[in-house]
Every structure is written in structure tokens, then in C-alpha cells.
């Protein structure tokens, strides 16, 4: 199974905010469903059954305290010219506290093999782009500092990911809920 660590955003008025933005901005691209808007802590690939219990396991042994982040401004990977993904930021303050948190899961998964293949940026992916669109620098340049609203983070998840052509499934497999 196709597997991740995550931090869910469960808050109805950033999930409103971040649907109006994608219906709002004119870009030709697929938006994520916002039932699936998330922070990946660390993305874990393909994984056996027994495997997942393991890492339940360790996850499990993760202690962190509740936090905000404040989710802000709007941007693109690569870069605007060829964007593949058009995301959503934080603010400093609870972007680095995503930081500390994907820290802690990859220090909790590293005896079991999993290493993260690039630092963490903290952002949550609202548009996939399979197709070359060109520059969408205009279209989000007046988008810098937007402001969706902030999202109190109580809890991390193992989710499985299913692919469908209508895009992929999430499925909870454990739930790791702050200490306070």
C-alpha cells in the first residue's frame, strides 16, 4: 500500500477559503479536492501490511504538543514559469513548529529504513499540473499574502493512498494525537 505521514486540515473556513481561491484564480489546472488538503510530514511509498504495523509502532512513540499554523501566501514548484504544483504557505512561526513535528516522524522512522529525500518545505498542495500551462507568475503574484486562516494542529496520521483516474483516495490508518 501507498503510504504517508500527514497533518490534516480539518478547519471549514481555511477549507472555504482555499476552494474559493481555486475557483477564483485562473489557472489551467486540476484542483485538489479539498477533502484532501494536507501537510506531508513524510511521504513512505509502498509498504507491506507488516511494515505499516511497525511503523504505527514508532509513530506512536511520538510526543508533541498542540500548535496554530497560520496558512498564508500562495506559490508554485518548480518555479511560475513551469509550475507542476501551485501550494498554499505558512507563516514562519507554525511552519517551523511542522518542521520540528516532521523531524520527530522521520527520527521516529529511520530505524525502520525511511529517510526523507528532501528537506520538508511546509505547504499544501491545491493544484496539480500534468500539461505545460506556462507562466502563472501574473496570476499569483497578487496572491502573495493572502491569508487562509489558521488551523490548530492536534494530531499527525499514517494514510494510505489510493490512485484512481478521478484522483487519489485517502484512508486513515492511525491517528497520533498531541499530548496537550
Excluded at 147 to 152: E, N, T, V
Aim: no cysteine; glycine share 6%; net charge positive.
Amino acid at each position: 500500500m501507498r503510504t504517508f505521514v500527514a497533518v490534516e486540515i480539518s478547519n471549514g473556513d481555511i477549507i472555504n477559503s482555499i476552494k474559493k481561491f481555486q475557483t477564483e484564480v485562473n489557472i489551467n489546472a486540476k484542483p485538489v479536492e479539498p477533502k484532501n488538503f494536507h501537510f506531508t510530514l513524510q511521504f513512505l511509498g509502498e509498504i507491506s501490511e507488516e511494515v505499516s504495523q511497525k511503523i504505527i509502532q514508532a509513530l506512536r512513540k511520538i510526543e508533541f504538543s498542540s500548535f496554530n499554523v497560520n496558512l498564508k501566501g500562495v506559490g508554485t514548484f518548480p518555479k511560475p514559469k513551469f509550475p507542476r504544483v501551485v501550494w498554499v504557505g505558512t507563516d514562519n512561526d507554525g511552519g517551523n513548529m511542522l518542521i520540528q513535528l516532521s523531524k520527530k516522524v522521520e527520527k521516529a522512522l529511520e530505524p525502520l529504513g525511511f529517510f526523507s529525500d528532501k528537506p520538508f518545505k511546509p505547504h499544501i498542495t491545491i493544484f496539480r499540473i500534468k500539461k505545460k500551462i506556462g507562466d502563472i507568475t501574473n496570476e499569483l503574484d497578487s496572491q502573495k499574502t493572502i491569508d487562509f486562516g489558521i488551523q490548530k494542529v492536534t494530531n499527525l496520521k499514517l494514510k494510505k493512498s489510493e490512485l484512481t483516474s478521478d484522483g487519489p483516495i485517502y484512508f486513515d490508518l492511525e491517528e497520533i494525537n498531541a499530548v496537550k
